[in-house]
């Protein structure tokens, strides 16, 4: 489900010039239509999204035994996970986590600051694990089970906005 960055293309029975997509489409002339490929469409990205997607791929292509362990890369269904979950709870003003590999294909994600220690382990999709620390006194959030419900995520991540 990953959004492309292309553009909008429009075909045409007549020889009228491309529309270019804003967001809704008006034809050029009334004998002409528009199919979308969304491989094609053109989206605006998050600045988060630049920074996760090219720390993503460099996870991707991590080599077996970049631990010293024996561990391979982040799987691939574990980094698509993530970028739900991402999507799902991330505004454009959410700073961009940092994203750490793990031992068997999985990964962490971090956010470290405003008296914040939020850290999500992401073993496999559908199975991660929420950790806060508050440094305000407020009791923490210990590797609290998520699997489809990112509900307090969301809510702790509005904190550093």
């Given at each position: 489900m990953e959004e492309a960055a292309l553009m ?11 529309v270019e997509w804003n967001g809704r489409y ?6 002409s239509f528009a199919l979308v490929e969304l ?123």
């Amino acid at each position: 489900m990953e959004e492309a960055a292309l553009m909008f293309q429009e075909l045409a029975y007549s020889d009228s010039p491309p529309v270019e997509w804003n967001g809704r489409y008006q034809p050029a002339q009334s004998n002409s239509f528009a199919l979308v490929e969304l491989s094609n469409l053109q989206v605006q990205e998050s600045a988060w999204r630049a920074v996760v997607e090219k720390r993503l791929n460099e996870l991707l292509k991590l080599r077996k035994g970049w631990d010293g362990h024996n561990s391979g890369p982040v799987s691939s269904a574990t980094a698509t996970f993530a970028r739900a979950i991402l999507r799902s709870v991330m505004t454009d003003e959410t700073p961009p986590p940092a994203l750490v590999p793990a031992n068997g294909g999985a990964l962490q994600l971090e956010w470290h600051q405003q008296g914040l220690d939020i850290e999500l382990m992401i073993y496999r999709a559908t199975d991660a694990e929420l950790t806060v620390h508050f440094h305000d006194g407020r009791p923490s959030i210990e590797e609290q089970s998520l699997a489809t419900d990112f509900q307090v995520l969301s809510g702790v991540l509005e904190e550093l906005i």
